[in-house]
T-cell receptor
């Protein structure tokens, strides 16, 4: 079984400030890790993914995340946020053991960027 | 562009009246998922298909059924919608276990 914990349900931040959205996971098997963004009344869109290799992964819209195996974390960061980054962010882990690779999602973090 | 398309975007139905939501994909992915997402919550997996193999989540109500007539299309049938079924329904596809999911924009279902 696997689980994902997003440590902050809401993160308010001012425009051009840095932001970190925290994600911890637990799993008995190896997993792949993803961050998705969801804008109002839309589906989820992939921001970035960690499959293997370098633990620092870069994604779209200037976001990056660092995989830390010892701390079982996959925190999302952006050095300078924009108003347009206001959205819901979901961390997810995907099970390697099945062909379907079902994902377990965290409960989401609402990022609100204020002017 | 290859994509996942959900129709309709907004659906209103009456309490107890059957409703069908549709999803199509041009990605030719093996796996298709249906999720239910309520306000300010994570998507909740209802079921998924790996090719034609259907997999129901243990806590998916019997009221929810699905059909996948071919690789491109998948349908979600709610036989007797209750007020608690009002939600956003998301369809997603995936090619390989290590790949991310590709989501449609969802269908927002309202129950009168």
């Amino acid at each position: 079984a696997q689980s994902v914990t997003q440590l902050d349900s809401q993160v308010p931040v001012f425009e051009e400030a840095p932001v970190e959205l925290r994600c911890n996971y637990s799993s008995s098997v190896s997993v792949y890790l993803f961050w998705y963004v969801q804008y109002p009344n839309q589906g989820l869109q992939l921001l970035l993914k960690y499959l293997s290799g370098s633990t620092l992964v870069k994604g779209i819209n200037g976001f990056e995340a660092e995989f830390n195996k010892s701390q079982t974390s996959f925190h999302l960061r952006k050095p300078s946020v924009h108003i347009s980054d206001t959205a819901e962010y979901f961390c997810a882990v995907s099970d390697l053991n099945t062909n379907a690779g079902k994902s377990t999602f965290g409960d989401g973090t609402t990022l609100t960027v204020k002017p | 562009d290859a994509m996942v398309i959900q129709n309709p975007r907004y659906q209103v139905t009456q309490f107890g009246k059957p409703v069908t939501l549709s999803c199509s994909q041009t990605l030719n992915h093996n796996v298709m998922y249906w999720y239910q997402q309520k306000s300010s919550q994570a998507p909740k997996l209802l079921f998924h298909y790996y090719d034609k193999d259907f997999n129901n989540e243990a806590d998916t109500p019997d009221n929810f059924q699905s059909r996948r007539p071919n690789t491109s299309f998948c349908f979600l049938d709610i036989r007797s919608p209750g007020l608690g079924d009002a939600a956003m329904y998301l369809c997603a596809t995936k090619d390989r276990s290590y790949q991310p999911q590709h989501f449609g924009d969802g269908t927002r279902l309202s129950i009168l």
